[in-house]
């Protein structure tokens, strides 16, 4: 399970390219989408909270962290929004690396994301 959970909830946000119904969220939409924002990232233990703040900073705290090899269960970074994906660098979680993801929103307050690696999943925008 180790290094499996993290990189699920740390990011947020589509998935297939041609799903029917689903809108891509890219440039101005995908930042409003997300910021001020908590993106509630959906894991098989549960829902993972993580807040997008409207200046660029990023939280997170779950304990399913420490799952995932992490030494804390909480951590701190920055967001933007890059080439339509939306990119995220922790302070500690994930090695501190940048990742990219695309979302697409198929409801109101659900998106499917896909990182650059292909993990993918749903989050609710709340």
């Not at 440039?27 to 993106?39: D, Q, R, Y």
């Not at 779950?62 to 030494?71: F, N």
């Not at 890059?82 to 500690?92: E, F, G, M, Q, T």
Request: charged share 25%; with cysteine.
């Amino acid at each position: 399970m180790k290094r499996f959970v993290l990189p699920i909830l740390l990011a947020a946000l589509p998935v297939a390219a041609a799903d029917a119904g689903e809108e891509a969220l890219i440039g101005p939409a995908l930042h409003s989408a997300v910021s001020g924002k908590t993106v509630y990232i959906s894991t098989p233990m549960g829902e993972v909270p993580i807040r997008y703040a409207a200046n660029g900073q990023v939280s997170g705290r779950t304990e399913l962290a420490l799952l995932d090899g992490e030494t804390t269960t909480k951590d701190s970074g920055r967001w933007w929004v890059a080439d339509s994906k939306l990119c995220i660098r922790w302070n500690r979680w994930m090695s501190g690396e940048t990742h990219c993801f695309t979302m697409k929103r198929v409801s109101p307050t659900e998106v499917h994301w896909r990182r650059d690696d292909g993990k993918s999943g749903r989050a609710r925008l709340g």
